[in-house]
T-cell receptor, first 115, second 114 residues
Framework: AQKITQTQPGMFVQEKEAVTLDCTYD???????LFWYKQPSSGEMIFLIY??????QNATEGRYSLNFQKARKSANLVISASQLGDSAMYFC????????????FGAGTRLFVKA | DGGITQSPKYLFRKEGQNVTLSCEQN?????MYWYRQDPGQGLRLIYY???????QKGDIAEGYSVSREKKESFPLTVTSAQKNPTAFYLC?????????????FGEGSRLTVL
């Protein structure tokens, strides 16, 4: 079965410090894409970063990086130099297969950044 | 600016009434999706459409209906058959059907059944 697991319902981090949000996934398909989205309290979902299953290097986008460990089926999000505006829900997601119309989401992690 | 517009943002409905949530995009994307989000949970797929005049059921399609008569528009009707319709509904689109493509989301519609 295809599944995304986020085991941290809530996380606290001090402003300017780095934080890692955990994500593990399960699929038997060799071709898949992994995504992280941010959902502020306003509700819209904002795309942060993408990692392809065949990518050799970890993805980075500004302060966001994705720690991709294929053998362990993990795709953790690292946010460096946390800012107060980073306080939000974060969702890990996966699109599977060439036809990849279905994106599967984890339950999310709520991040609180403390001043 | 290109994007996805959902309306209304808030909607109240009495039990037994059908309601329709609007979703319009000007991104020229072929694929569009409807997701439902309940408190403390991730998103679950209701329906998706790859092209005009074609749509497929997602994981929780019962009690919902959609249409795709125009590329830009993908309205969702929550029917009286939906047993627990109170939720946050998100419409999305994607540039590509490949698994490399991220989803672009609207701001969501919050439906409350009284």
């Amino acid at each position: 079965a295809q599944k995304i697991t986020q085991t941290q319902p809530g996380m606290f981090v001090q402003e300017k410090e780095a934080v890692t949000l955990d994500c593990t996934y399960d699929t038997s398909d060799p071709s898949y894409g992994l995504f992280w989205y941010k959902q502020p309290s306003s509700g819209e979902m904002i795309f942060l970063i993408y990692q392809g299953s065949y990518d050799q290097q970890n993805a980075t986008e500004g302060r966001y990086s994705l720690n991709f460990q294929k053998a362990r089926k993990s795709a953790n999000l690292v946010i460096s130099a946390s800012q107060l505006g980073d306080s939000a829900m974060y969702f890990c997601a996966m699109r599977v297969g060439a036809g990849g119309f279905k994106t599967i989401f984890g339950a999310g992690t709520r991040l609180f950044v403390k001043a | 600016d290109g994007g996805i517009t959902q309306s209304p943002k808030y909607l109240f409905r009495k039990e037994g009434q059908n309601v329709t949530l609007s979703c319009e995009q000007n991104l020229n994307h072929d694929a569009m999706y409807w997701y439902r989000q309940d408190p403390g949970q991730g998103l679950r797929l209701i329906y998706y459409s790859q092209i005009v005049n074609d749509f497929q059921k997602g994981d929780i399609a019962e009690g919902y209906s959609v249409s795709r008569e125009k590329k830009e528009s993908f309205p969702l009707t929550v029917t009286s058959a939906q047993k627990n319709p109170t939720a946050f509904y998100l419409c999305a689109s994607s540039r590509t059907s490949l698994n490399t493509g991220e989803l672009f989301f609207g701001e969501g519609s919050r439906l409350t059944v009284l």
